[in-house]
């Protein structure tokens, strides 16, 4: 592996073998979509007539508003390694106090519950094993 493409990959790879690039909240599309849906709003003059909805008379618009326009400005994540992503994550807590560069360093890759909270938590694994497959880290 060239040495820029593993500078780039250990910043744009999270330890959970997220990639970054792939990720709605690393690549812009979840500031895109809020952009678009705060466009919407304006657009079709939402506000007016929300409570003709379903449901429509238990949106509170203003904060639908404010959120969205929070939302939209949160233009990249920057990656769990570059002080990005959510706050607090168990998996790079404790590949961080086990000094791991990737969970597939771990021994107890298969049988972790921190992946659980991605909701997809074996495909992140299968990630991480293909990358130590082509990392040469295999026995």
């Given at each position: 592996?060239?040495?820029?493409e593993?500078?780039r990959?250990s910043?744009r790879?999270?330890?959970?073998?997220?990639?970054?690039?792939?990720?709605a909240?690393?690549?812009?599309?979840?500031?895109?979509?809020?952009k678009?849906?705060?466009?919407?709003?304006?657009?079709?003059?939402?506000?007016?007539?929300?409570?003709e909805?379903?449901?429509?008379?238990?949106?509170?618009m203003r904060?639908l508003?404010?959120?969205?326009?929070i939302l939209?400005?949160y233009?990249?994540?920057?990656?769990?390694?570059?002080?990005?992503g959510?706050?607090v994550?168990?998996?790079?807590?404790?590949?961080?106090?086990?000094?791991l560069?990737?969970?597939?360093?771990?021994?107890?890759?298969?049988?972790?519950?921190?992946f659980?909270?991605?909701?997809?938590?074996?495909?992140?694994?299968?990630?991480l094993?293909?990358m130590?497959?082509s990392?040469g880290?295999t026995?």
């Amino acid at each position: 592996m060239r040495r820029k493409e593993e500078e780039r990959m250990s910043v744009r790879i999270g330890y959970c073998g997220i990639n970054c690039d792939e990720c709605a909240m690393g690549n812009g599309d979840f500031a895109e979509t809020a952009k678009k849906l705060k466009n919407y709003i304006k657009v079709f003059g939402l506000s007016q007539w929300i409570d003709e909805l379903p449901g429509g008379n238990r949106v509170d618009m203003r904060n639908l508003k404010k959120a969205l326009d929070i939302l939209s400005v949160y233009t990249r994540c920057a990656g769990c390694r570059e002080m990005g992503g959510p706050t607090v994550c168990p998996i790079r807590d404790c590949a961080q106090s086990k000094g791991l560069k990737f969970c597939y360093e771990c021994d107890e890759l298969d049988k972790c519950k921190k992946f659980d909270w991605l909701g997809e938590p074996q495909k992140f694994k299968e990630r991480l094993k293909q990358m130590k497959e082509s990392a040469g880290d295999t026995p």
